[in-house]
């Protein structure tokens, strides 16, 4: 704990908004595992199964019921809006569809963006830091006696280089969670997508009676 105590300390002022963007990634990243692998995220292929089941028995209540039990679900979410308008026409299951989609992905995608963002700011500030440090160590360095020159170089470089591997100690871990949760976006929303126009087919053949 000592070491990393120093280490962040010998890497100067510039370490601080570096620390900052940690933060703010530990802050974004739990909220969206939170929410993308335990509250919006269903096993859609099951749920599926037995939706098309009860639809195909001619049972839309038990089916909406079914949906309510995952409220949070966007899969359910978008489900529940099709089933709801099941007795109407084709227009309007797909509108209401539509308006679930619309209404489903920008929760899904919320902030993950911006973790993508916060890795490269992370390696920037870094680098930033490792300049700045630098500057202030050739001007030291300039001033001191000969026979010193190098050794405060040395150890001033040394110093410096502690942002850009602070930076990248944070910029690494959050790309590979802003391509973990970019993955399972993109698996709720390829489910989406697939199983409501499956819903759509499955609901105009039972309005025309087949």
Do not use: H
Not at 141 to 146: E, H, L, Q, R, S
Not at 177 to 200: A, C, P, Q, W
């Amino acid at each position: 704990m000592a070491k990393i105590a120093q280490f962040f300390v010998e890497g100067g002022v510039w370490m601080i908004p570096v620390g900052c963007v940690s933060f703010m990634v530990a802050a974004i990243a739990i909220e969206r595992v939170i929410f993308l692998f335990f509250k919006y995220n269903i096993d859609g292929n099951n749920f599926m199964a037995q939706v098309e089941k009860l639809v195909n028995a001619n049972n839309i209540d038990r089916a909406v019921k079914l949906c309510n039990a995952a409220p949070n679900a966007a899969l359910a979410v978008v489900v529940k809006a099709g089933l709801t308008r099941a007795n109407k026409g084709e227009a309007e299951i797909q509108s209401a569809i539509e308006e679930a989609n619309l209404q489903v992905m920008p929760l899904l995608q919320k902030r993950t963006g911006a973790l993508g963002g916060m890795g490269s700011l992370a390696t920037l500030l870094g680098l930033l830091g490792t300049v700045m440090g630098l500057i202030e160590a050739f001007t030291v360095v300039a001033k001191a006696p000969a026979d010193q020159k190098s050794a405060l170089l040395s150890a001033a470089i040394g110093v410096a280089m502690n942002t850009t591997a602070f930076g990248l100690m944070v910029a690494i871990p959050t790309i590979l969670i802003f391509m973990t949760l970019t993955g399972i976006t993109k698996k709720i929303t390829n489910e989406i997508d697939y199983y409501s126009v499956r819903l759509e087919n499955l609901l105009y053949a039972r309005g025309k009676g087949e």
